[in-house]
């Protein structure tokens, strides 16, 4: 399985490198930023799509054609429907999601930007959100995108990845910590 994912990671990343590129050369990376979104968001909100670009029962042509009609319905760039289109000919469409991540990587190094993962115990106020982003800003040098979720189990504090460093002062940990003390005293 391993391999597997190492290989798709490395054909996504081609395909990624080379979209990028030309979105550089063109000065379209804001298009293609936000052609990522709208293609994201056809992913998660289809399992129709899902099966399509995973599922060997799909001819190329059959993924050609719906990946055309999907490309031209979202009013996709050149750029990207092409690379669409060849990744169905190649029948290379399972790596989308790869492609994706890879791509929104490459933008955000570009930019300057780097996301945090940030998991509370409740919903962060807009306030909370602000003060942590300026908070991350000054401490990575770069701009913070948050994708922030809840985790009631928690209990309380949050866990923030941002990169490789993970800051976890949620009450669920101190106690974890604090019981394992505990054994070792006892």
Do not use: C, H, W
Not at 48 to 54: K, P
Not at 66 to 83: E, F, P, S, V
Not at 89 to 101: D, Q, T, W, Y
Request: glycine share 10%; hydrophobic share 40%; aromatic share 2%.
């Amino acid at each position: 399985m391993a391999n597997t994912a190492s290989m798709s990671q490395s054909i996504a990343g081609r395909y990624a490198q080379a979209v990028f590129d030309i979105a550089r050369d063109e000065g379209g990376i804001d298009r293609i930023s936000s052609e990522l979104d709208q293609l994201q968001g056809a992913l998660d909100g289809s399992a129709e799509l899902r099966e399509l670009i995973t599922s060997p029962r799909y001819s190329r042509g059959d993924q050609k054609k719906a990946i055309g009609a999907l490309a031209q319905k979202m009013g996709l760039g050149a750029t990207l429907a092409n690379t669409l289109q060849l990744m169905a000919s190649n029948r290379r469409l399972f790596v989308l999601p790869a492609l994706i991540g890879q791509l929104r990587g490459l933008i955000a190094d570009e930019r300057g930007e780097v996301t945090a993962d940030v998991t509370s115990a409740v919903a962060l106020t807009d306030a909370q959100k602000t003060k942590l982003t300026e908070t991350l800003a000054q401490k990575s040098g770069k701009k913070v995108k948050l994708n922030t979720s809840v985790d009631e189990g928690l209990i309380g504090g949050m866990i923030v990845k941002l990169g490789s460093q993970m800051i976890d002062s949620s009450i669920r940990s101190k106690l974890a910590s604090l019981q394992n003390a505990m054994k070792e005293v006892g």
